[in-house]
């Protein structure tokens, strides 16, 4: 099985922070990289796919990055609605394994 | 607009059975893989089952597998999860995810104790 790994798994940041978080897969998983958020009782929502590509009505301060073993979410500007807990997934093998989140926090 | 909407969930003893629903709407159900993702109490997403558009394809991670069955009816735009074998472990809301997880519903809990 895959195995991602997730930091950090929580941090404190500002808004107009710039904030980067990080995925590292146990083996190579090319682009198959998804990003999502989710807000506190609500449904995850997926911000980025295919490592790089963002998602049709998603803010353009976030990015994502990398290929084969290493990846990362950047929010270029850290906005009020954007604390919240984010998750990567690996759809290249099965089974599909989350990374164990990352909490954004209020500084 | 796309709809997914669970159903089914409850409370149930440590090895009871349960059987989840999502129904489908909005979209061409038949012409895309479908999934179970679950997540506990405070805890992360954990990534359950994955049936393919036309049920030939199914996977499961070790921690369900031979206890849960995923299966759908394109006829009715509809996916299951069976869950047998039930422990506290599987507590959790359930969510069905559309494709690589773009769309999903409101999710289900589960509720398995004594």
Redesign the interface.
Known sequence: DIQMTQSPSAMSASVGDRVTITCRASQGISNSLAWFQQKPGKVPKRLIYAASSLQSGVPSRFSGSGSGTEFTLTISSLQPEDFATYYCLQHNSFPRTFGGGTKVEIK | EVQLVESGGGLVKPGGSLRLSCAASGFTFSNYDM?WVRQAPGK????VS?ISKSGSSI????SVKGRFTISRDNTKNSLFLQMNSLRDEDTAVY?CGRG???D????TLVTVSS
């Open positions: 999934n992360g997403l954990e990534w994955y996977y499961y991670p070790d969510y690589d997880l773009l999903w519903g409101q999710g």
